[in-house]
């Protein structure tokens, strides 16, 4: 069976004020459950990118399908219900400091009008996946970087959402927090078979992890295979990820409550 589309662009081009294209004629399909990186230079327009498949930003030509849905006279009710969807993850953390970790983390499920048994239950395991069980009641400001990224992933992944984009979620982060991450994303697709966009400049990622690439440059798209690694005797080497611990398969089974 071939794996279903889940985001289309055809032939689309994005501009903004200045009416010079930041990108042209792009068209591509990504498949549910896939995991690619999105890299290219500074202002090459891979946060472009991100805002069209999340319905922030218009393209000025073509068209975008997400679900198979055709986005181009959506209303604003239809394009939240895409947004539930899902979630986006920013290098700047955009948590509010004012709210606790744990109110940051259930305020996307309060927006659903999940009920708060069900919120305390969600929220509670999701710190522990993400290694924060023991800060629920912490500000965001009391925490580290690295710390405050985990709990924007965390506020990301409580809807269980079928698209994540993350831009730049490891740039301001440290190595060994950055491969933290990237971990938690990795079980996240091979547990929940959400489909990850990850923009990234970081060569070492790109090495180390070796999904396939998405590259912009000059206002284009270009697709690349993951690269193999080889052992001695010709053999392809892959990353397989870590093991997901038991405590997450439990969530997964909490996620399939909240639509009943």
Known sequence: MEPKTIISFANVSANYDNGHDVLTDVSFNISAGAFHFLTGASGAGKTTLLRLIYQ?????????????????????????????????????????????????????LRVRGVSNDKIKKLVTKTLEWVGLGKYADVYPLELSGGQQQRVSVARAIIIQPAILLADEPTGNLDDENASRLMDLFIQMNKMFGTTIILATHNKKLLETYRFPVITVDNHHVTFGAAEQDETPNGHSRQWKGPQPQNYFSKLSKQFEDIGK
């Open 56 to 108: 922030l930003h218009k393209p000025s030509n073509g068209t975008i399908k997400l679900f198979g849905q055709d986005c181009s006279n959506l209303s604003r009710n239809d394009i939240s219900a895409l947004r539930h969807k899902m979630a986006i993850v920013f290098q700047s953390y955009s948590l509010i400091s004012h709210m606790t970790v744990f109110d940051n983390v259930a305020l996307p």
